[in-house]
């Protein structure tokens, strides 16, 4: 290990990244179970692109939440519960600085729908919105899912399990455990996993904000790639920027000058969904520019109405993607520097440095007592669950396409409702238009809205997810209604 790690830090940083050409990082696309009225709602036409644009009064909350991570504190709080905001809104704190002032159309349909949600069902939904936070159940999970995958990690070297039974207890529980890691770290980054009205913490000596940073920071680990840099720079600003051609585009990705990624989702949209705008990253080597994408390159190969082949390919791409990740984490840990994205600015290049070297020890020091069985198993356990058969891939690959509902009309996010025991299993991750819709409710009461606003919403918990997944893979959609314009009524 050690002379890998030394061949490594000598090789120039051009020959690292013509090797490991990747980071396009995780979640979502497609979409199957949720066809809403055009007539309560509106919906996407195919023929006119309308953009709207942020307004910082209190009221316009889905903007705010689309735009900062929604600390709501005590003060604001009060403020809530002394003034009726306007259309009976939630008030939250100003945004912070991003990189456009705009939202998409599909991020401009999930207002339109929450401001009539708001309109008709203001009391439950505001109050469930204001006080709920997931709180000491998500973090016995995190801790209970963090410790197991540990754990799992550490027999799978120690007790010289077969490359077949650790990719069994990857399927489960190790994906599950995966998952819910992930969807505990994303309800910390929208502020609704710490109690929404108290703003210091452990005695009144750590801020919201710091408390929230340290759990999404060290609640990522172990993993052999990890969800922090994802959740840090480019889930909000995707909240805001789904299905945005201009945003949503591998160029504009990889050569931005932004410390947010303008849309992160998109990273990983590519593997398996239509995108505009040309390709990236871009590097230059002997004097010619080459376009490299591991996403793109697999996604060229698909083939219509083939979805056994199509699943395959997609699998292929994804996982060899994920391990080089791996790879280009050790060389930002060496080198400070993440070669993927030249133009941004310093400090996410040493926020990536800082994270890339703790997690490299972290797993550094997992193979040294555990050997590399114990890495094996983390791959196994944070890939599985994105691609099929697995049960979870259902929702993650069918949560932003464009599907188009009795009218025509284009709806560019949906969830997938295959009852209790699977919205358990995902820990509430397929309530994904419910998500969209309400960003700050946490993870355990998104299933509440379907029972307080049951018309804006499909009925039934009866989804196949098989079938789901053999639709969406079949044949491949544009991400989020990427090529439709959004009709107001």
């Not at 069994?168 to 109690?195: E, K, R, Y």
């Not at 020890?361 to 669950?385: D, Q």
């Not at 919205?423 to 809205?449: A, K, M, Q, V, W």
Request: aromatic content about 10%; charged content about 20%; overall charge positive.
């Amino acid at each position: 290990q050690h002379k890998t790690l030394t061949m490594v830090s000598k090789m120039p940083p051009t020959s690292l990244l013509t090797a490991s050409a990747i980071l396009h990082c995780f979640f979502i696309t497609n979409t199957h179970s949720y066809a809403p009225s055009r007539r309560t709602i509106g919906s996407f036409s195919r023929s006119k692109h309308v953009t709207t644009l942020l307004r910082s009064s209190p009221s316009n909350t889905f903007e705010e939440i689309t735009s900062s991570s929604s600390d709501i504190t005590p003060s604001l709080s009060s403020k809530i519960e002394q003034q009726q905001p306007h259309n009976n809104e939630v008030l939250t704190p100003p945004p912070s600085s991003s990189p456009s002032t705009t939202i998409s159309p599909a991020a401009t349909w999930h207002k339109n729908r929450r401001r009539q949600m708001l309109q008709k069902y203001g009391p439950q939904l505001t109050k469930l919105e204001r006080d709920s936070s997931s709180n000491t159940l998500a973090l016995s999970l995190l801790a209970l899912s963090n410790l197991s995958l540990l754990s799992l990690a550490i027999l799978c070297g120690t007790a010289q399990l077969s490359v077949g039974q650790i990719a069994l207890l990857a399927v489960f529980p190790g994906s599950m455990f995966s998952l819910w890691t992930l969807q505990i770290l994303h309800d910390c980054l929208h502020g609704s996993l710490l109690n929404k009205r108290q703003q210091k913490f452990m005695f009144g000596t750590v801020k919201r904000r710091t408390l929230q940073d340290a759990i999404l920071f060290w609640g990522s680990m172990p993993s052999v790639f990890g969800y922090y840099l994802y959740l840090k720079y480019g889930h909000l600003t995707h909240h805001k920027s789904l299905g945005d051609p201009k945003a949503a585009s591998l160029e504009k990705l990889f050569d931005s000058s932004s410390k947010e990624f303008e849309d992160g989702d998109v990273l990983f949209v590519a593997h398996r969904m239509k995108l505009k705008g040309k390709v990236g990253p871009k590097f230059k080597v002997g004097g010619r520019e080459i376009t490299m994408s591991i996403s793109k390159t697999g996604f060229n190969n698909w083939r219509e109405d083939k979805p056994l082949w199509n699943a395959g390919v997609f699998a292929s791409s994804f996982m060899y993607e994920r391990f080089m990740l791996m790879i280009n984490d050790v060389v930002v840990a060496i080198t400070g520097r993440n070669y993927f994205f030249p133009n941004k600015p310093i400090e996410f290049h040493q926020e990536c440095a800082k994270y890339c070297r703790c997690a490299v020890l972290v797993r550094g020091l997992l193979w040294k007592m555990a050997g590399w069985k114990s890495l094996l198993f983390l791959y196994l356990s944070e890939t599985l669950w994105s691609i099929p058969p697995h049960p979870a891939c259902a929702m993650f690959v069918t949560n932003h396409g464009s599907n188009v509902d009795d009218g025509g009309g284009c709806i560019p996010s949906s969830s997938t409702y295959a009852g209790r025991w699977y919205s358990l299993f995902t820990l509430g991750t397929n309530y994904h238009c419910e998500h969209h819709d309400f960003p700050t409710i946490p993870l355990h009461r998104l299933g509440e809205l379907r029972k307080i606003a049951p018309e804006f919403y499909k009925k039934g918990s009866n989804d196949n997810v098989f079938r789901i997944m053999k639709k969406a893979f079949s044949k491949p959609e544009f991400y989020a209604c990427m090529d439709a314009g959004i009709q107001h009524m």
